[in-house]
């Protein structure tokens, strides 16, 4: 009995962006008559995320229409409108003293359905957005994967409400990662905020293995100074960021000065080798990742950046980020000396 071949489901991968599926639409018009394309369309483009404007109109869209009466409200109003409009047009000796109770309706709608729905809406937001940070404020000091399951819970949810600036001062994390949790943006966030001496008021961070991978950290202060830098102590920093991960992040203009950045085992030699085909052709394979990989580090803040064991390579921005009196580049790795030496030189470093 002859088997029957597997059956196949082809699927269309639909891209996020509406302007790409708009050219995809004219594409396969165009193409039907003239059997050329109309535009072409590169394939990042096609599976990456959406633009920001998109995510601003259909946040909007989400606010006006499903999160509201506003739509309803508004479409009740251009109805009333219309049948007024009608009346006077069509019949305008009808019924005068009824169409006077009529406009008192139309105010009445106006007044109440929006005006009072916008402020009604914009408290009910202000609560809701109060009560997320709240839960945030709970479980931010008790590192464990319950905690960092609400955590995460309530950073959705302030997403969702165009909320990205996050108050994560005095945050304790182990073995999380953002982009995991489907958080993909925590633009000006505040990790430690620069306050010390206070017992009843400890905003110090921990941050153990946490991967900030393809996540948005545009602005972001992890630390704005170290308060008992002037000490030269060797006690604990109030930032430390341990075997941390920012693969692919965008660390444009974020803060980690006076932090303490580090890695518990030294970076590998390479992260890649060339291995010989067939054909004694090479090519290079890729055998790991540094911390920093195709990070974008431009206008990255590092003064007074404690750093142990930091690998540099494929990073992004290197030459535009400020490490002026980092401690430990000189053991630091990048992708060539000719940038370890430039760094070195432009910025006074200090010896561990």
Not at 60 to 82: E, G, M, P, R, T
Not at 105 to 110: A, Q
Not at 304 to 331: C, M, N, P, S, W
Request: aromatic share 16%; glycine share 6%; proline share 4%.
């Amino acid at each position: 009995m002859d088997e029957k071949p597997p059956r196949v489901i082809k699927r269309k991968v639909r891209p996020k962006s509406w302007t790409v599926q708009f050219k995809i639409l004219l594409n396969q018009g165009w193409e039907k008559v003239t059997k050329k394309q109309l535009f072409t369309l590169p394939i990042a483009s096609q599976f990456g995320p959406e633009p920001a404007w998109q995510q601003k109109v259909a946040y909007y869209w989400n606010v006006f229409y499903k999160q509201s009466n506003l739509a309803f409200a508004v479409a009740l109003l251009i109805v009333c409108f219309a049948i007024l409009g009608g009346w006077r047009l069509y019949f305008p000796d009808v019924q005068i003293d009824l169409r006077v109770e009529f406009w008192g309706l139309i105010f009445d709608i106006f007044f109440i359905l929006i005006v009072f729905s916008f402020f009604e809406y914009r408290r009910q937001r202000s609560q809701n957005i109060q009560h997320q940070q709240e839960i945030i404020d709970d479980y931010k000091r008790w590192d464990s994967p319950e905690a960092h399951f609400r955590i995460a819970g309530a950073i959705r949810r302030l997403n969702k409400q165009g909320i990205f600036a996050l108050d994560l001062a005095g945050i304790r994390l182990t073995n999380f990662s953002f982009s995991k949790c489907e958080i993909g943006d925590i633009t000006g966030s505040t990790f430690y905020d620069g306050t010390w001496g206070k017992p009843l008021l400890d905003k110090s961070i921990e941050l153990t293995n946490v991967s900030f991978d393809h996540v948005e950290c545009c602005s972001v202060q992890f630390s704005p100074y170290e308060p008992l830098y002037w000490t030269n102590s060797k006690i604990s920093r109030h930032a430390k960021l341990i075997d941390c991960s920012f693969f692919s992040a965008t660390l444009k203009n974020a803060v980690f000065n006076g932090a303490q950045l580090e890695w518990t085992s030294s970076p590998p030699n390479a992260h890649y080798e060339y291995v010989l085909d067939g054909d004694e052709e090479s090519y290079k394979e890729q055998l790991s990742y540094g911390p920093f990989f195709q990070a974008n580090l431009a206008g990255a803040s590092f003064i007074r950046t404690k750093f142990k064991y930091a690998d540099f390579r494929d990073a992004e921005g290197v030459l535009e980020a400020d490490f002026t009196e980092a401690i430990g580049l000189e053991d630091a790795v990048f992708d060539s000396e000719v940038i370890k030496n430039t760094i070195m030189s432009k910025f006074i470093t200090v010896k561990d």
